[in-house]
C-alpha cells in the first residue's frame, strides 16, 4: 500500500474488465457479449498478463444479465478457456433489483471473487443503485458462506467512509476498489488518490479504476503507489484518442508498463497469495 513496496518490487495483480453492463456493441464493435465472445476476450487477457477476470453476463440481445443461469454459463466458458485465471463476479446493482443481486454469486463452484458496491450511486440519466447497508451485509454474509473474496466497491468518499467502519469484518487483507471518473464517482485527479491511499488502514491492499481517458494515468499511478489495476472495455474503449482499444491491448500495454517501471506482474499463484484467495 505505499512507495516502498513499490520499491520493493511488490507484485502488481492486473484485473480485466473484459465487457461490463451498461454499454455494448453500440459502443464498442467489438465488445464481448456472449459467453463464447466473454471466453476468447478471457484467453487473451490471461495470456497478456491479467489474474484476475471481472466478468458480468448479457442476455442473448445483449442487455444485462443478472441470473445465476446465466453468469453459470459465462463461468463455465471462461474456465474452460483459461488456465488459472481468479474469476470474479460483479454484483454490481445498477439498475437491478434487490432481490436480484445474490444471484452472480450462487454458480457452482463459487467465484473466488465478487464486487461488492460500499453505497449509492447514479450512472447516467436514469440509472442508480442504492446499495443500503442492509443488501451490503447480506451480500457480504452469503460471500462469506462460500468462500467468495469480496472486493469493496469505493466510487467516492462517502464509500470509503462505510468500508472503514466495517473492516474488521472482512477477512485479511480487506481489497478495496478505488474508483475515479463522472457523476457520483470520485473527481480523477493524482491528488484525490494520494489522499485516498493516505486514508488507508495498514494492511489494506487496494486497486484503483479510472474511467475513461482517466484510465492509463490513475492506474499507472497506482503502480507506483505499491497498488492493483483493473483496466478493459468496461472501463475505457479507447486505447488512445480517436482508437478503439481491445481487452487485451489495455492489459498488454498496463503489464509492459509495470514491467519497465520495475513492478513484476502477479501470477495467478502469486495473486492468491497477495489477497488470501481459495483457490479456483
Do not use: W
Request: hydrophobic letters at 35%; a negative charge; glycine letters at 8%.
Amino acid at each position: 500500500m505505499t512507495y516502498d513496496e513499490y520499491l520493493d518490487r511488490k507484485p502488481l495483480v492486473i484485473t480485466a474488465a473484459i465487457s461490463g453492463g451498461v454499454h455494448g456493441k453500440e459502443a464498442h464493435p467489438d465488445l464481448p457479449e456472449t459467453p463464447e465472445e466473454i471466453a476468447t476476450a478471457a484467453t487473451a487477457c490471461e495470456e497478456a498478463g491479467a489474474s484476475v477476470l471481472h466478468l458480468h453476463a448479457r442476455r442473448e440481445n445483449g442487455e444485462r444479465a443478472f441470473s445465476t443461469e446465466r453468469f453459470q454459463e459465462v463461468t463455465d466458458a471462461v474456465r474452460e478457456a483459461t488456465d488459472e485465471v481468479v474469476i470474479q463476479h460483479s454484483t454490481g446493482g445498477t439498475a437491478a433489483p434487490d432481490d436480484l443481486r445474490h444471484e452472480p454469486i450462487r454458480t457452482d463452484p463459487a467465484p473466488e471473487m465478487a464486487s461488492l458496491d460500499m453505497g449509492p450511486l447514479n450512472r447516467y440519466d436514469r440509472l442508480t443503485s442504492e446499495n443500503t447497508r442492509e443488501l451490503v451485509s447480506s451480500l457480504h454474509a452469503e460471500m462469506k458462506e462460500r468462500g467468495i473474496k469480496p472486493e469493496l466497491e469505493v466510487f467516492n468518499d462517502g464509500h470509503l467512509n462505510e468500508s472503514l467502519a466495517i473492516l474488521e469484518e472482512f477477512d485479511e487483507p480487506p481489497y478495496l476498489n478505488l474508483l475515479f471518473g463522472g457523476g457520483t464517482t470520485s473527481p480523477p485527479h493524482p491528488r484525490n488518490l494520494l489522499n485516498r491511499v493516505e486514508a488507508l488502514p495498514e494492511g489494506v491492499e487496494f486497486n484503483v479504476i479510472g474511467f475513461g481517458p482517466h484510465q492509463l494515468p490513475m492506474t499507472t499511478q497506482s503502480i507506483l503507489l505499491g497498488g492493483h489495476v483493473r483496466v478493459g472495455l468496461e472501463d475505457n474503449r479507447y486505447y488512445e484518442r480517436g482508437k478503439l482499444a481491445s481487452n487485451e491491448a489495455l492489459v498488454a500495454r498496463t503489464a509492459r508498463i509495470a514491467e519497465e517501471l520495475g513492478r513484476p506482474v502477479a501470477t495467478p499463484a502469486e495473486t492468491r497469495e497477495l489477497l488470501g484467495l481459495r483457490g479456483r
